[in-house]
């Protein structure tokens, strides 16, 4: 986690500081010093996530986080990617994992044969299915009864407060 700000030639009590930063924001207190080796899959994307941190960059692009993450680990790393962009850090996350994308995106991008095919606010992109299945992907299932029934719905939780009036 250090190399980075060490080869921009930041001096050591900032290189230590910004380390226990990153190990903070992904909730890794206290763990610098353990082997990378000897971590889960998703602890050691968090360090991953980390090292990044540890230059404090505006903008953070994150391929398929969630990749080879259990269902637990997925939540915990997007919970996390969600606090960044709730402290001011932009970030944009490259991923076929709709659910991510319903839960925790804005925006969505769709690129299709090199080239932008969709791109609009999360509800407008998912409202447009058949263009989403060209382009090999697919809705959660919630949003496709949502969309079926005239609910631009992306949650359980909002298709309840929808249901219920709320």
């Known amino acids: 986690m250090a190399f980075g700000p060490r080869i921009r030639e930041i001096g050591e009590d900032e290189v230590k500081q910004r380390v226990l930063e990153a190990l903070a924001a992904v909730s890794m207190d206290g763990r610098g010093n353990e082997d990378p080796f000897g971590l889960t899959k998703g602890e050691r994307q968090r360090v991953a996530v980390a090292s ?8 953070l692009i994150l391929d398929e986080p969630t990749t080879g993450l259990d269902y637990a680990e997925q939540r915990s790393m997007m919970d996390l990617v969600q ?3 709730e402290a001011g850090a932009t970030i944009i996350v490259v991923t076929h994992t709709m659910w991510v994308v319903a839960q925790y995106a804005h925006r969505a991008v769709v690129v299709r044969d090199g080239k932008v095919s969709l791109s609009g606010t999360v509800r407008e992109v998912f409202a447009q299915e058949q263009e989403l299945r060209d382009a090999f992907l697919r809705p959660p299932h919630i949003v496709s009864l949502g969309n079926s029934l005239g609910f631009p719905i992306l949650s359980v939780e909002e298709m309840l407060r929808v249901t219920e009036g709320g």
Not at 52 to 59: A, D, H, I, K, M
């Open 52 to 59: 990044v941190l540890t230059v404090r960059p505006e903008v």
């Open 83 to 85: 606090r960044l962009n």
